[in-house]
């Protein structure tokens, strides 16, 4: 039976060669170049990808190891014609400069509300325990996986506030 | 990276049994290992992939404490209630350390064996007698901020980076290592990690074809709990230095000093000779300080990582006169 | 048709202000956003021709000496592996900014460790990567190679030396003074999009996607470093991953995919890994400084010394431009400057966002906060007294100058204390908190532009140049200025960048993009008005259009009637250049906490008010502000490129060690943007904004440090060993 992870819906065969990660599995198999390789290391955030509603860094896992996993990539998260709320927010607050880091943050984004909904905790959390009140330092800590070399952490920020305060409403 | 197998165990033995052969390791989130096999620090020939063995559970334990299991993910462990509740140290070290996305796919097995970030551990180019035995160590004279200041050889002066495992000393906790042959031991945290001697090779107590299984947790203890990370990101990045913390303090005195450091040695370092320093005496800062002494009396730097040795001290003032005033 | 544009003069006509479309000066969400919010934006290593096969670099294991074989065999054999491409026209360095020729070859001498010497390519990227490691290379070694600044003997950079007056004189003549020494550590520009090329060649003629900033010089360094003809290539960056001056030359990886794809008769791609990246483009020197001030019981500035040494490569013509705005920022009769440079074999030293003032500002700006101290005067006003008239060297008018308008419109807007200032004073819990400030200083560069603009028969209008938009916003701010000019709003003007097809822009880097392209697309529509003004019986003076229609009057459809206009704009700056001295200015304010047992600082907030001459768009022109600020962040607390001092290879190089700083490391930020129009600067009278915003804004923080706690560093980055280090008891 031929291995096989779903990305945003369809089916892609797993590659023959253990060594393709999901990203390189993403980008050169699945054709999808949205999810982005900034250091291969899991050390910029550039390739975060929800898999299974989790986000993670797509360099650090092997595509082989995904056999039936549903995947999201930037490109299942909204499109040209129908961007998602956050995507629209990230244009409107001027949330990227050169465009590299976006997917990834964006992907991290979404997850994280997730994560917020939650009440999991952060490093940034005051209490471990309870309702997690969304703050600017509880999304900073919390996008810090996703680097931005361009310095447009302020208007990320502010695009994510913009969309949380709209979920919130 | 090097080609290799890779194989999805079926189970347990399985696993063990690929993994007794020289040249193949366990993988489980692969967020360190597959980072060293790119850059052909690791070169398995096989993979043994365990992430379908069902060790993800975290459950309470008869005598009141929790065993997590090796495959629980950092985050699962991390937000789990009674991580939470109970042992907030182990919730506040783990989300202290790397970001919510390598969270979210490091295990708690994985993350007890994680590697050194010694620059010259992860340059296959550079001498490292940790990944090329006798080649010599590159950073004894070299750059050397992030390295050990106790508990070092004349053979590698590498750090344990992780943070988890920081908590779980102090906690007491107990790593379980399931054989081949299908028995289990244990070991507690605290003596999972090797220092670097003469083997420098040699991190941790696993033997060929032992996998971790879980790591439980003693029942909860009084006190207060405190997890505190120095470092020169406010968030992202390998601690300076690092202290967990359960201290208790009844009638003015500390009657619970069970402490552990990480970013100093090759290992968390714990020291059991700071809770008789400390146990039964009032807290002040002549105490704290004869603490640091004998913490740090035998540290040594490297230079550029001198400073860790007042940082620890300053470090230690800090987290203790916390526990004293939340103890208030 | 072609329209020239050569200023001697300032520009006082402020046309853009007098057009009707309103679109300019607005602020404007990012035309190529869309794109980049969905991933749809693409970047170069995202080309997939047919039969692309991937090749990975090779890079040196030694610090000096000579390859004497590379074992080709040695990897042949391997599974996929095409070929060992060791061709003698391989780069061993990145070009600098604006070379326009081939930089250093022959990749069987080797000069630093990491210098690519191969490429091994192969039919996927897993079994590339494997064989270049795998690669057996046989050198002979030359053991003199002195890989740190204090090993030689520096030589001076002789067109950087300034002697006024007699400022040993002024020193010991002085009420007050301060003699420091500062030190800053390597930086590395770190762009997300790592360097990346996908070359094809179809026997005529090789077209490359590479990530570059500047392609109207790269062509001519790729041409040069293949030994062909330029008009046999075709370079394409439709988007680049952030350059931050990683990008200005060509670089390694394009010029050896571009040999192997000629060579083996197919495409090829060579992406550099992020340790490649880090270890074989461009390190920003680490610098040794000496600040002399001296200042009248008043605090008039009498003497102004600054030295620095910086180090690079031998055979590297860039020198970090430490002391460039300290020629000119403070008013003071006697002056010493001097550039030192030390010949070491540690990899090339280029430009990194803002070279020079990105280091030179922040020692500068320190030891005016330490002379405010001793005069007991308030920092600002100290800045303030001491603004020159004209360039206090050479004698020249400033273009423009708002400085003063920063200082006062920043200090307004932080809440700035202008009292009395004693350091340790507020402390909250660990936390001892301050506040400091310093003055943001960047020369204003302009350069050569060109531009096609087609105002189309449907009214529409289309703007060509091989001008690339890195991050800074050009896109946008082109099409804001063609719809200004033209009357169009922005959906209608369709921006084509990024082409060596197109007309040659000046490329980005130096901040000089915005003002020169967008100079040449303003002149290029200036023309098509001409035409336009001609149709409707008007003069292009009294020309108004506005929604595609002359006010009042015709629609653009109606006038054209089925033509097209095409006109080149050609932007030159003629005595502009010689007659001024152009800069942009700008002052910082921040608030910082310090712990008192760790030696962490922590930025609770920071504002920078800049002036800039026109701001073309406010929404990407305070976002490259943003950027500006974090990076003087990065500079003030976390960054450090780390050189073993053996074989001086980077030791941190990845994003793991080599801390940029993360979105924790950022508070609320606040950007006021000056009011200003430089007629010298570019016939917009626009000035660059790219660097600006990092020029001397370490050195906010690192006065609000002492400020907060008392520790006085003269070393960047501050880490919490140095603050600990430097604490009072």
Not at chain 1, 55 to 77: F, K, P, Q, W
Not at chain 2, 68 to 93: K, Q, W
Not at chain 3, 397 to 411: D, I, V
Not at chain 3, 487 to 495: H, Q, R, S
């Amino acid at each position: 039976m031929t291995q096989s992870i779903s990305v945003n819906g369809a089916q892609h065969p797993i590659p023959n060669d253990p060594r393709v990660t999901l990203l390189d599995f993403l980008r050169h198999d699945a054709g999808l170049t949205g999810t982005k390789k900034g250091c291969d290391h899991g050390q910029c955030g550039a390739c975060t990808v929800i898999v299974n509603g989790i986000r993670i860094n797509s360099c650090l896992t092997l595509a082989a190891m995904h056999d039936g996993d549903s995947v999201t990539t930037i490109e299942g998260i909204g499109t040209t014609d129908n961007p998602s709320a956050l995507q629209r927010a990230f244009m409107e607050h001027d949330g990227f400069q050169c465009g590299y880091c976006t997917p990834g943050q964006i992907c991290s984004a979404t997850a994280m509300f997730e994560e917020l909904a939650n009440n999991w905790p952060s490093d940034a959390s005051g209490q471990l325990e309870g309702k997690i009140e969304i703050t600017g330092e509880e999304i900073r800590e919390r996008m810090s996986g996703n680097l931005c070399r361009c310095g447009a952490y302020a208007n990320i920020v502010a695009a994510i506030q913009a969309v949380a305060t709209e979920k919130g409403s | 990276m090097r080609p290799f197998q890779y194989n999805r165990a079926r189970s347990l033995a399985d696993a063990s049994g690929i993994i007794s052969d020289k040249g193949a390791l366990a993988i489980a989130g692969g967020t360190n290992l597959l980072d060293l096999m790119k850059l052909q620090v690791e070169i398995p020939e096989q993979l043994a992939d365990i992430n379908h063995l069902g060790m993800a559970e975290i459950a309470d334990t008869e005598d009141g404490g929790l065993r997590i299991g090796a495959l629980a993910t950092n985050t699962a462990a991390a937000v789990h209630p009674r991580v939470r509740s109970d042992y907030p140290v182990l919730a506040r070290a783990i989300l202290a350390g790397a970001t919510q996305q390598l969270r979210n796919k490091a295990t708690t097995g994985g993350n007890l064996c994680q590697r050194t970030r010694c620059f010259y551990f992860t340059n296959v180019d550079q001498p490292c007698n940790k990944r090329e035995p006798g080649s010599g160590c590159g950073a004894i004279d070299g750059i050397a901020k992030l390295h050990a200041v106790l508990g070092t050889s004349d053979q590698c002066i590498a750090t344990y980076p992780g943070d988890m495992a920081v908590a779980m000393s102090a906690l007491g906790a107990v790593v379980h290592i399931a054989h081949e042959d299908g028995e289990e031991r244990t070991v507690p945290v605290a003596d999972f990690h090797c220092l670097p001697g003469d083997t420098p090779w040699r991190e941790n107590v696993l033997e060929p074809g032992e996998i971790i299984t879980a790591v439980s947790l003693p029942a909860k203890v009084a006190g207060t709990q405190i997890y505190r990370k120095v470092r020169e990101r406010s968030s992202y990045a390998f601690a300076l230095v690092s202290i967990a913390a359960i201290v208790e303090i009844k009638n003015g005195l500390f009657s619970r000093a069970d402490l552990a450091f990480g970013g100093l040695a090759h290992k968390p370092w714990h020291d059991p000779r700071i809770a008789d320093v400390l146990i039964g005496q009032v807290p002040s800062e002549k105490l704290f300080d004869e603490a640091a002494d004998i913490l740090l009396s035998g540290a040594q730097g490297f230079g550029e990582n001198d400073f860790k040795i007042p940082l620890t001290r300053r470090t230690l003032h800090a987290v203790l006169a916390q526990a004293v005033e939340q103890a208030a | 048709m072609s329209a020239h544009l050569k200023q001697d003069e300032p520009d006082t006509s402020n046309r853009l202000d007098n057009m009707r479309q309103g679109v300019l000066g607005k602020p404007l969400s990012r035309i190529d956003g869309l794109a980049k919010v969905t991933g749809t934006a693409t970047y170069s290593a995202e080309y997939s021709p047919e039969n692309c096969a991937e090749g990975v670099l090779v890079t040196a294991t030694i610090t000096r000496g000579v390859v004497t074989r590379i074992d080709k065999d040695s990897v042949l054999s391997m599974p996929g592996v095409i070929s060992v491409i060791d061709d003698a026209r391989l780069t061993t360095r990145a070009a600098q900014g604006t070379a326009d020729e081939a930089p250093q070859q022959s990749p069987r001498t080797v000069c630093y460790w990491g210098q690519p010497i191969a490429l091994v390519v192969a039919e996927t990227f897993e079994q590339a990567r494997d064989a270049a490691k795998h690669l057996k290379v046989i050198y002979r070694e030359n053991e003199a190679a002195p890989v740190s600044p204090d090993l030689v003997e520096p030589k001076e950079h002789e067109d950087e030396t300034v002697r006024q007056g007699d400022l040993a004189r002024a020193m010991s003549d002085a009420a007050h003074s301060v003699d420091i020494a500062y030190t800053t550590k390597g930086h590395a520009s770190a762009a997300m999009e790592p360097h990346a090329a996908v070359a094809e060649w179809d026997g005529k003629k090789l077209t490359v996607h590479a990530s570059l900033q500047m392609l109207n010089f790269n062509i001519t360094e790729l041409a040069d470093a293949l030994d062909m003809d330029e008009d046999k290539l075709r370079l394409v960056s439709r988007f680049v991953g952030g350059g931050f001056g990683s990008k200005l030359g060509v670089s390694e990886e394009t010029v050896a995919a571009s040999l192997a794809a000629m060579e083996l008769e197919r495409p090829v791609r060579v992406v550099m890994s992020r340790q490649q990246v880090f270890q074989c483009v461009m390190r920003r020197s680490e610098t040794t400084q000496r600040l002399r001030l001296a200042a009248d019981k008043d605090g008039k500035l009498t003497g102004f010394g600054h030295q620095a040494l910086v180090s690079n490569l031998p055979g590297e013509t860039f020198a970090e431009p430490v002391l460039q705005s300290s020629h000119f920022l403070y008013a003071a009769e006697s002056r010493e400057l001097k550039l030192n440079v030390a010949r070491i074999h540690q990899m090339t030293a280029g430009s990194v966002r803002a070279p020079g003032e990105a280091v030179g500002m922040p020692a500068l700006e320190g030891a005016m906060d330490v002379l405010a101290e001793k005069i007991g005067i308030d920092p600002v006003e100290l800045r303030l007294i001491n603004i020159p008239e004209e360039d206090p060297e050479q004698g020249l008018p400033f273009s423009s100058h708002k400085l003063a308008e920063c200082l006062k419109q920043g200090a307004e807007a932080f809440g700035w204390d202008s009292g009395h200032r004693e350091p340790r004073v507020k402390r909250e819990g660990e936390w001892w908190v301050g506040t400091g400030m310093a003055s943001a200083a960047r020369v204003h560069n302009v350069s050569e532009a060109k531009a096609r603009v087609t105002l189309k028969p449907d009214g529409t209008c289309l703007v060509e140049t091989d001008m690339t938009d890195i991050g800074t916003g050009t896109y946008t701010i082109l099409a804001q200025i063609a719809g200004e000019m033209l009357g169009l709003e922005i959906d209608k003007v369709l921006v084509d960048l990024g082409d060596s097809q197109h007309p040659r822009g000046p490329g980005s880097g130096g901040s000089w993009g915005a003002a020169s392209i967008g100079s040449a697309v303003y002149v290029g529509c200036k023309a098509i008005r001409e035409e336009l003004a001609t149709r409707a019986g008007t003069s292009e003076a009294e020309l108004e259009l506005a929604e595609g229609r002359v006010v009042g009057g015709q629609t653009l459809t109606a006038l054209l009637d089925g033509d097209e206009i095409s006109e080149e704009g050609h932007y030159e700056p003629g005595d502009i250049k010689d007659d001024y001295t152009a800069s942009g200015f700008g002052a910082f304010f921040a608030q910082v906490r310090v712990n008192h047992f760790t030696g962490e600082t922590r930025i609770d907030r920071m504002l920078g008010a800049f002036g800039f001459g026109r701001v073309l768009n406010p929404k990407t022109a305070r976002s490259q502000c943003l950027g500006g600020i974090t990076w003087s962040i990065g500079v003030a607390l976390t960054e450090a490129l780390e050189f073993d001092p053996r074989d001086g290879h980077l030791v941190n190089c990845d994003l793991a060690e080599y801390h940029v700083p993360v979105h924790r490391d950022l508070p609320e930020l606040e950007v006021v943007l000056v009011d200003e129009r430089d007629p010298a600067a570019s016939p917009i009278q626009a000035k660059g904004i790219g660097e600006l915003g990092m020029c001397g804004g370490a050195a906010a923080i690192a006065n609000a440090i002492y400020n907060a706690c008392g520790a006085r560093l003269f070393e960047y980055p501050m880490t919490p060993d140095r603050v600990l280090a430097a604490m009072p008891e």
